[in-house]
């Protein structure tokens, strides 16, 4: 799978995929927000989680290592 078939598909799809069939990488913390990474295929998937709302704010996938930047800066 490519980046631009993972991206086609729906933020669900996304969701599933990278829970059922990903590896979780790891996670960071900002103020309320949490970060958790996954990488399936060589694609990295991001959720972002707030804790205070309990809820999935964000999903964001990418291959470019450079934005892994800010899991080894804390």
Known sequence: MTIYDFKALTTEQQ???AWNKGVFLMHRVE??????LYQLEGI?????YDAAMNELVNLKS???PDLL???FEQ
């Open 15 to 17: 969701a599933d995929l």
């Open 31 to 36: 103020n309320d927000t949490k970060y958790i």
């Open 44 to 48: 990295y998937i991001e959720f972002e």
């Open 62 to 64: 990418f291959i470019n």
């Open 69 to 71: 930047d800010p899991y």
